[in-house]
């Protein structure tokens, strides 16, 4: 029973009364007189995971509660709310456990269900026998989870106190009129109890915001189980870009930059601007886009583990260490996101070439021959839908050469995986010479950026974008002095390549403003 106390992280609030041991701590509690509450707090000590992630990860069926978790998160709709929900983490529980339950109804009837394997698998072995052993104590569980969620999980606890319901719970109830949570643990409790057998309590909590209850206590004690844990909901299940977004980039809006306007904008001037159907083409670029990034952050997931294995300074974000134990580079589910999202996105592209209208090509296709639809096509779709695999197979095999190279050999292997990333399109469809310059002036400005980080400088303060201008203008005036029709040069497409090039490096623009200027003389 020790052996979790001895390993655990005490930390004593300057009061009358200070344990100065485990085996002493453990001793109070035993010796409790009748009449002394044992306030033990519920999420991560008396239950070593938190209950309301734990009843989010129940939705059922698992893709979309986390397709739903991931939106929610992303979207924040709690920030809408009343005030009288409580902070944001409050609010946002509320709201998630509200909603979950709403939009999936049994997700209730599951949880009961579930209860007792997860009570068993996360109890708090040692705390319960504990309290086991002083049945005279008056045991009340305090927790900032909701009642409906907690009170199955207590019910298969291996309390006597709790088999004989001589216990008391303080706990959220589920709707805004009942909700204290955001009330101090101190008020809740002493409103419950009364202050003067908040006075005389054992107080055991992980949490450094009830220090105000702790410093009331009689004998008060902040643990951190080392087998506690904070594991986010669903966060056994693959998101495509989750770890790109909240791991590899934490904050930066990998997403909206990397992905949209780093990515998936270039693909739209390159080739949308040139499509028969623009629209349906700029559709199947971004499912495309999407596909390509699902297999490209297994890379990422890679080259941290390899980082943090062998590198003497490996560049790992923040969040690292929470969520590196979702790292699993052989899962097949990035892979099955790949693919789902390339198949639509193939059939639009290939929809998306074709010189005739759309509802002419949709004429053509016996719908009542699947197996032969495709043949009306010319077989392009199951061509290029083939091509892409490979492509993307292509794209797995660069990112895993470039994980396993040192520092030096990286810098010659990163303008490929740019290259692979902006032109993989052009394996399915050729573009301009305009799409060709813009794509490539990324590119190497990308490449330049690298080479700066590789050789000690702040690859954050290269102006990638203002590079990205320049080299479109240089190639672009290389073309036209080289060219006889040079006013075949200039199209809408052109323009677009420009105003998005000027457009994305005019904040930098005005930066660099500050620092140029002449050589004085002494």
């Known amino acids: 029973m020790t052996s979790i106390l001895k390993n655990a992280i005490v930390t004593y609030v300057p009061t009358a009364h200070v344990e100065k041991s485990s085996e002493e701590i453990i001793s109070a509690i035993e010796s409790a007189s009748e009449g002394v509450p044992l306030i033990v707090d519920f999420d991560e000590t008396l239950f070593l995971r938190n209950s309301t992630q734990e009843y989010l990860g129940s939705v059922y069926p698992r893709s979309l509660g986390a397709a739903f978790l991931t939106v929610a998160k992303a979207i924040k709709p709690w920030r809408w709310l009343s005030t009288s929900f409580g902070p944001g983490d409050v609010a946002m529980d509320w709201f998630l456990v509200v909603a979950a339950t709403v939009l999936f109804p049994w997700t209730w009837l599951i949880w009961r269900l579930k209860a007792k394997h997860i009570a068993q698998a996360y109890c708090n072995v040692p705390l319960t026998q504990s309290i086991n052993a002083n049945t005279n104590a008056q045991l009340v569980i305090m927790t900032r989870g909701f009642d409906f969620v907690v009170n199955p999980l207590i019910r298969h606890f291996p309390i006597t106190l709790a088999e004989n319901n001589n216990f008391q719970i303080i706990s959220l109830h589920g709707w805004p009129s009942r909700m204290n949570r955001f009330v101090g643990t101190l008020e809740r409790v002493s409103a419950m109890l009364g202050k003067a057998a908040v006075a005389r309590s054992v107080v055991i909590t992980d949490s450094e ?83 390509y990034w699902c297999v490209y952050e297994i890379g990422y997931q890679e080259n941290d583990a390899v980082g943090e294995k062998y590198e003497k300074k490996p560049t790992l974000s923040s969040a690292y260490e929470q969520y590196k134990s979702r790292i699993n580079l052989h899962t097949p589910w990035p892979w099955c996101w790949a693919v789902g999202l390339a198949i639509p996105g193939i059939a639009l592209f290939v929809l998306s070439q074709a010189p005739v209208p759309i509802a002419d090509v949709m004429s053509a296709i016996d719908l009542s021959k699947p197996v032969l639809a495709w043949t009306s096509l010319e077989g392009t779709l199951l061509r290029d839908l083939a091509v892409w695999m490979v492509y993307l197979i292509t794209i797995r095999a660069t990112f895993w050469v470039y994980n396993q190279a040192n520092e030096t050999s990286r ?93 994305r490096s005019v904040r930098k623009i005005f930066q660099i403003k500050s620092d140029l200027g002449w050589i004085q003389g002494s």
């Open 209 to 291: 915001s009830d220090l105000p209850l702790l410093e009331a206590s009689a004998v008060p004690c902040l643990f951190q189980w080392p087998e506690a844990a904070f594991v986010p909901a669903m966060a056994d299940m693959y998101i495509p870009l989750f770890y790109s977004e909240k791991v590899k980039n934490p904050g930066q809006s990998h997403f909206v930059k990397r992905v949209i306007f780093g990515h998936w904008v270039f693909g739209v001037i390159a080739w949308s601007f040139i499509s028969p159907h623009p629209v349906i083409n700029a559709v199947s670029l971004f499912l495309l886009t999407l596909s």
């Open 411 to 503: 810098i010659w292997i990163y303008p490929l995986l740019q290259g692979q990333r902006l032109f993989g399109i052009a394996l399915l469809a050729g573009t301009s010479a305009v799409g060709t310059m813009l794509m490539m002036s990324f590119v190497i400005a990308r490449w330049i950026q690298y080479c700066v980080y590789r050789c000690g400088g702040d690859r954050g303060s290269f102006p990638v974008n203002v590079s990205c201008f320049l080299l479109l203008a240089m190639l672009y005036s290389s073309l036209a002095m080289g060219s006889t029709d040079v006013m075949s040069l200039i199209t809408w497409q052109a323009g677009a390549a420009f105003f998005y090039c000027a457009l």
